[in-house]
């Protein structure tokens, strides 16, 4: 396993050192012998103050990866860049106040480049309003970012999936997630790759199973033991049901059974 425990204190400065020694207090509660790994990251770009970021980047973790979630919504960016639109409603519901926040004229894409390290490996969670501009910012930044896309949480939460057209031209590096069952149906890869097929049916097949496996081994660090198929290695063995070898396509009764 690789745990992130993710902190953040909704841009309250004065919760920044309660909400890392909170953080601290999980992560020391966590195993992290035998292969697991584990961070203390931020939650997200809209819910981490500055000083919460400088506490956490001094925690030193450079030997394993991180994370935040980023450009899930319109709102966010709207929110980062005016401090305006549907999380400030957000927030004021949890009767939050944001005048210590001085928004940044700037989208969502600017506060990974402001706050985090430029040589850690960083999964970028979701994107789904990301653009060609923003992935080139984000690529100048960090030659160690990868791409996380959670499609089916994305449909449940804004019905909208990244296009993975702009991640395809740039080479970038994505992986599949599921994001969590409060905002998904299941916690399935294999779901996942047959929705990127039936509404993004131009993804290559090479390309999803890449995202699948070898993208995200690599991400976290599992690369040596998982991932393909290698002398040396002991990934898990799938099979796949119902599956097309003359189109490379799932059906909507594809299953996935562990084999190893």
Known sequence: YH??????????VNKAQEEIDRAIQVYNQILGTSGHKKAIVPHATYSV???LFGLIRSLNQMDV????????TDAENEFISTRTGLLVNFFQGFGLDLDQYI?????????????MSFDQKTLLVHNTMSTPSDIERIEAWNKNVYWVTCPNANLFIENRLPHYQYWL?????????TD???SNWQLSILEEMKTIQKYQS??????LIKWATINGAVSLGF???LGSIEPGKTPGLVHIDHFDFNEFTFSSNSRSYRII
């Open 180 to 182: 969590s069952l409060a």
């Open 169 to 177: 031209d740039k080479g970038s590096k994505l992986c599949l997630g």
């Open 202 to 207: 131009y993804v290559p097949f090479n390309e």
């Open 65 to 72: 990866t991180t994370s935040i979630h980023h450009q899930e």
């Open 3 to 12: 745990t992130f425990v993710e902190a953040f204190d909704l841009m309250q």
């Open 223 to 225: 690369d040596k033991d």
């Open 103 to 115: 928004p940044t004229n700037l989208l969502a894409s600017s506060v990974p480049v402001k706050y």
């Open 49 to 51: 103050s500055d000083k």
